[in-house]
T-cell receptor
Framework: GDSVTQTEGPVTVSESESLIINCTYS????????LFWYVRYPGEGLQLLLK?????QKGSSRGFEATYNKETTSFHLQKASVQESDSAVYYC?????????????FGTGTSLLVDP | EAAVTQSPRSKVAVTGGKVTLSCHQT?????MYWYRQDTGHGLRLIHY???????EKGDIPDGYKASRPSQENFSLILELASLSQTAVYFC????????????FGPGTRLTVL
């Protein structure tokens, strides 16, 4: 089946340092999956951070960016300079439209702690 | 104000007891979903619904029932709770179609003792 593997947390980074959270996927049943990063702040539900529908394209939001690389089946999340408010759990996911509306397959989540 | 709410936010249940988790959405979405997350796993789909009075099985439906009495409300029912059902449960809503974003509730932490 389809699967997503991402950096195992927790990850601790000092404020203003750079960040990369790795994400690789295996899409055995989907020819062209859509790729997503969701974020879960403490006490809140998951919310969409960014998405990329087309291979080779880059998505960006709130200073984060990720490039959909079909050759390496990767979708790494990067930020040049993190802030304390970025402390959260980040989930990589692949998705496809189908009978169930939109099926998402999630990674395990990466907990990020930013030291002030 | 939050568009997807869940209740309770946390619950302790006894093995063999009945547990009902509730979800309410104000997004006017047709689709609603129940996921569970365990340590070391991503979110996994339990049940979903695309219209009131109808529910469908997701990837891990065993031991769970679902109920969708209205477009806004979607419940997850554990008739006989077991230790293995200790997890965090998330509800989400979304529209049909390509690239449709799902909107999540804050989660319910369920502990079965």
């Amino acid at each position: 089946g389809d699967s997503v593997t991402q950096t195992e947390g927790p990850v601790t980074v000092s404020e203003s340092e750079s960040l990369i959270i790795n994400c690789t996927y295996s899409a055995t049943s989907i020819a062209y999956p859509n790729l997503f990063w969701y974020v879960r702040y403490p006490g809140e539900g998951l919310q969409l951070l960014l998405k990329v529908i087309t291979a080779g394209q880059k998505g960006s939001s709130r200073g984060f960016e990720a490039t959909y690389n079909k050759e390496t089946t990767s979708f790494h999340l990067q930020k040049a300079s993190v802030q304390e408010s970025d402390s959260a759990v980040y989930y990589c996911a692949l998705g496809e439209a189908g009978n169930m509306g939109y099926k998402l397959t999630f990674g395990t989540g990466t907990s990020l702690l930013v030291d002030p | 104000e939050a568009a997807v709410t869940q209740s309770p936010r946390s619950k302790v249940a006894v093995t063999g007891g009945k547990v009902t988790l509730s979800c309410h959405q104000t997004n006017n979405h047709d689709y609603m979903y129940w996921y569970r997350q365990d340590t070391g796993h991503g979110l996994r789909l339990i049940h979903y619904s695309y219209v009131a009075d109808s529910t469908e099985k997701g990837d891990i439906p065993d031991g769970y029932k679902a109920s969708r009495p209205s477009q806004e409300n979607f419940s997850l029912i554990l008739e006989l709770a077991s230790l293995s059902q200790t997890a965090v449960y998330f509800c989400a809503s979304g529209d049909w179609g390509g690239y449709a974003e799902q909107f999540f509730g804050p989660g319910t932490r369920l502990t079965v003792l």
